[in-house]
């Protein structure tokens, strides 16, 4: 039950607030004056809604909204009052105030302000809390992910390097904080449907069988399907399903084509498909940074979003491959022929680096 305090110095008033609250649902606690709300707010426990009146002896309304907001930035507060002055409505709402309420009013009137009121306080708590958990719950998320990692080829650090790859190619494309956050923990968390992978093929350093190609083409669904209950989260789920797809449609589990993949998806597909090239794994040899870049750009509107890799070059001056063009042309001839010729395979080597 809501806990309102009340203040008001006509009793009459007092006793109609307190009344139509407490028909409403409220738990009510009513101060006879400004300096009596004042000393309640201090001591009087926690409260979830402030009703005051404006002219009032020992202390304004005013000066009852101001301690109110002291005691708790989120406290809504609302100023009931028989003077219709715009002057004081508008600095009841500097102060803090989040309604106003002209006298003579019906309860009605009251109880919806005060609904509105409660509504606007669980939005700001609500904010205040993913401000605070937001943090270790990417935090949890990159624990989790390195935990599955291990199992995966000891590849420790994979998902840190991802995180940091995608997170810095949605700035490079100005995605809000909001499509941020879920690239990030989509990026943290692609490969978790991996737990439902044996072992055996997540080691295995040959080429998987179709058998097996097969088994391990469940694991973004299943991953999908692990994250299920998560309300929240689906823009993060949508990532973790379709970050094998490909941009020519040839990709799984659904075969998404162009700008049907979800843009979380297609960004984490660069950036995995970059780090595992240039980490290795036991079945596919590490490759240098140019060497991975020249991949990228070969696969550049076939297997990857032309868009997406022309931001993930633009990212990588930091880590020592420049431009892209300018890291193309340190490969050697030889190098270059040879990726000419892939262009008649139907998939590029980067597939073979990526289960």
Not at 253 to 274: C, E, K, M, T, W
């Amino acid at each position: 039950m809501p806990r309102v305090l009340i203040a008001d110095d006509d009793l009459m008033v007092r006793r109609f607030l307190t009344d139509a609250l407490a028909a409403g649902g409220y738990e009510v606690v009513a101060g006879a004056d400004g300096a009596q709300a004042i000393k309640l707010l201090g001591c009087g426990g926690a409260f979830d809604l402030v009703v005051t009146d404006y002219n009032m002896p020992g202390a304004t309304g005013i000066e009852v909204i101001n301690q109110a907001q002291r005691v708790d930035p989120t406290l809504p507060c609302i100023i009931v009052t028989a003077y219709h002055d715009l002057d004081l409505a508008m600095r009841a709402m500097q102060a803090g105030a989040v309604g106003f309420i002209p006298k003579p009013f019906k309860a009605e009137h009251l109880l919806t302000v005060a609904g509105r009121a409660l509504e606007r306080r669980q939005m700001a708590v609500e904010t205040t809390r993913l401000t605070l958990l937001l943090p270790m719950l990417e935090r949890f998320t990159m624990l989790l992910a390195n935990t599955l990692e291990s199992k995966d080829c000891a590849t420790q650090q994979h998902a840190e390097r991802l995180v940091e790859h995608a997170e810095a190619v949605a700035r490079e494309l100005d995605l809000d904080d909001d499509q941020r956050f879920s690239i990030r923990v989509g990026a943290c968390l692609h490969d978790i449907g991996k737990v439902g992978v044996p072992e055996e093929l997540l080691r295995k350093a040959g080429r998987l069988t179709a058998a097996e190609r097969e088994v391990m083409q469940l694991h973004p669904v299943i991953g999908a399907a692990i994250l299920e209950d998560i309300d929240t989260w689906e823009d993060v789920r949508v990532i973790v399903r379709h970050h094998h797809e490909r941009w020519d449609g040839t990709g799984y589990p659904l075969g998404l084509q162009g700008f049907d993949i979800p843009l979380g998806a297609r960004i984490v597909s660069v950036v995995d498909a970059f780090d595992v090239m240039t980490a290795g794994r036991p079945y596919a040899a590490a490759r240098t940074v140019p060497m991975a870049v020249a991949e990228l750009v070969h696969e550049r509107g076939r297997q990857f979003d032309p868009e997406v890799v022309d931001a993930f070059m633009s990212t990588l001056s930091g880590t020592g491959a420049g431009h892209y063009h300018d890291v193309v042309n340190t490969i050697s001839e030889f190098e270059l022929i040879a990726r000419r010729s892939a262009a008649h395979q139907p998939h590029s080597t980067v597939a073979g680096a990526l289960r």
